[in-house]
């Protein structure tokens, strides 16, 4: 069965840390580029970062210098290291895959597999 499992949410005061994971079953993650997504209640999900193939990462605006993406192709996972979380990074986070690339179009949301999400929340 083809599927995403993310993990690693959590609840973390402002200023903390938190690395969700985005583990692959079914298919090997190698040729699928990974999107990370966050939705908010009552809000519009919203594209937090792509991760490529290759090496090219993007982030979002609001993420940008404060979370980072990686791979770990032997375990078959993709890792969204946020940093300097701030009571607006508080979201249900899902990551996604597709074969097609980044490009210009991975905020749009058209990714073929999705996770269940994870949830994170930011309060002291």
């Known amino acids: 069965q083809v599927q995403l499992v993310e993990s690693g949410g959590g609840l973390v005061q402002p200023g903390g840390s938190l690395r969700l994971s985005c583990r692959a079953y079914g298919f090997s993650l190698e040729d699928y580029v990974i999107g990370w997504f966050r939705q908010a209640p009552g809000k519009e999900r919203e594209g937090v970062s792509c991760i490529s193939s290759g090496d090219t990462i993007y982030y979002s605006d609001a993420v940008k210098g404060r979370f980072s993406g990686s791979r770990d192709s032997a375990k078959n996972t993709v890792y969204l290291q946020l940093n300097s979380l701030k009571p607006g990074d508080a979201a249900v986070y899902f990551c996604?895959?597709?074969?097609?690339?980044?490009?210009?179009?991975?905020?749009?949301?058209?990714?073929?597999?999705w996770g269940q999400g994870t949830q994170v929340t930011v309060s002291s």
């Open positions: 996604a895959a597709r074969t097609i690339g980044c490009g210009t179009t991975w905020k749009s949301g058209a990714f073929t597999v």
